[in-house]
């Protein structure tokens, strides 16, 4: 039976926040550990908890939040791309199984590249006048890892890529993409301090799931507009391929660049 008028507006509505509810429960169950050493260090009244708590949320965070966070990735994917009326423990527990080990390696690779960024900040941060002027440049590099996170999520749950593949074209699509990037940390920014600030009852409910969404959908707008230049590229060799092959007589033989390009843009069920 489907609603029509004012009653199939809130009757959408509320499909949507149950979908997304749901999808940001399991995600906050399947990261427990994490958000619950999060809430101890920031309800904890003693200086220093929060500073001494995130060496083990560090640990803790690649086997747990990130496979997690995959999983939301891969129900957000499925939204996006129109397909709305999936399941979604079976869709969240398949990704979450499916992506484990890529999710759980990418994560410790981007934990150790904020521990680096983090240690280098603090050493320059107590120099004198001229290197912490540095300290800066560090910052940047948090905001342009953070982006890079999102967009790694994004392609692994998308495109069937080799780990470091997916972590390579997260980084050079946060850079070759400047105001996407800044969009895609001003938003987020926005949800998580909304969730963290002015309404906490986000957070187990709709935080992550709005932002996993939100950073889907940038992304696929982002990688529809490099496949149009792709293939208008391939397009454009093809007809110089035939010229070519018609001045020479014969058959030109190419290297496998194009067909590589092609591999690694097919989609993931």
Same mark, same amino acid.
């Given at each position: ?9 809130? @009757? ?20 427990? #550990?994490? *958000? ?50 999936? #399941?979604?423990?079976?869709?969240? *527990? ?5 992506? @484990? ?12 590249? *904020? ?22 440049? *560090? ?38 993409? #400047? ?24 957070? #187990? ?25 792709? &293939?208008?590229?391939?397009?454009? &060799? ?32």
């Amino acid at each position: 039976m489907e609603f029509k008028g004012v009653m199939g507006g809130f @009757y959408r509505i509320s499909e949507w926040i149950m979908r997304l509810s749901v999808i940001n429960v399991l995600w906050v169950l399947c990261s427990v #550990p994490v *958000f619950l050493l999060a809430l101890l260090a920031l309800t904890s009244q003693e200086e220093g908890v929060l500073l001494s708590s995130l060496p083990l949320i560090a640990i803790l965070c690649p086997f747990t939040l990130f496979p997690a966070t995959s999983a939301m990735f891969v129900v957000a994917r499925k939204w996006v791309t129109n397909e709305e009326d999936v #399941p979604l423990f079976k869709t969240f *527990f398949r990704g979450y199984k499916e992506n @484990y080990l890529q999710s759980m390696i990418g994560g410790i690779i981007f934990i150790l590249v *904020f521990v680096i960024i983090f240690v280098n900040y603090r050493f320059y941060l107590s120099q004198g006048n001229t290197l912490k002027l540095l300290s800066v440049l *560090f910052i940047v590099f948090t905001f342009v890892i953070s982006a890079a996170l999102f967009n790694f999520f994004s392609i692994m749950v998308h495109l069937h890529m080799k780990i470091l593949q997916i972590v390579k074209n997260s980084i050079l699509l946060t850079i070759g993409n #400047p105001i996407n990037s800044v969009v895609l940390i001003v938003c987020n920014g926005v949800i998580v301090y909304i969730s963290l600030f002015k309404f906490t009852f986000l957070i #187990p409910f709709f935080m992550g799931s709005i932002a996993a969404t939100f950073s889907f959908w940038q992304f696929h707008r982002s990688f529809q507009k490099l496949q149009l230049k792709q &293939q208008k590229l391939e397009e454009k &060799q093809r007809l110089a391929d035939e010229e070519a092959s018609k001045e020479n007589g014969g058959d030109d033989d190419r290297n496998n660049d194009v067909e590589t390009t092609i591999s690694l843009s097919k989609h993931k069920e």
